[in-house]
């Protein structure tokens, strides 16, 4: 994601940067440059360096970018447009992780040794969500589990319904894995 504070954003070998700004709702990085050095004019290649972005979810090639040069007329003017074919490859990039200061998990019991009902709450995202993402919740070995029925609500909530049916994966060493879709809204 862009971050506007950032006044080294872009940067280029090639020229001298005036303005770089990504705008979020059109999906495109307008950099607005001046004194083009003499030898990257023709022939020759360069590139951009942009920062500021966060990574994407998942590792993968993502493709439909393009690049754009225009002139100086207002309106500008397109000069030269590459096709859709353009790829950003983010494999190999970490992923991130969800703070444990974004994540809530409240109990509405405190009897020992009786069930509960858990909220589990996220309220700081360090990612863009997509749709039709999924969740994983992992439950100590040492805690007593038995699923009685999910709800989930927000990006939690299910496709149709409010009730989850997570696919549930018991580890060796004792820990449950509770694995569902989520993100439809």
Known sequence: MYNERDKDFCRSEAFELVSSRA????????ITYINMKQEFITGKTFSITCR????PIYQAEWKGFMFTMYD???PPNAIETTGRDLIFNSI??????????????????FTIAEYSQWTASITDFPIPLDTECF??????????????GMIGSQMFAPAAGSAIFPQVETIPDGRTILRFESCFR
């Open 72 to 74: 100086q007329e207002d």
């Open 23 to 30: 705008d979020l709702i059109s999906q495109r990085l307008r």
């Open 92 to 109: 190999g990039f970490l992923p991130a992780k969800i703070s444990l200061q974004g994540m809530r998990i409240q109990p509405t019991i």
């Open 52 to 55: 500021g972005f966060r990574n």
């Open 135 to 148: 969740v994983e919740i992992t439950i100590p070995g040492d805690l007593a589990y038995k699923n009685e």
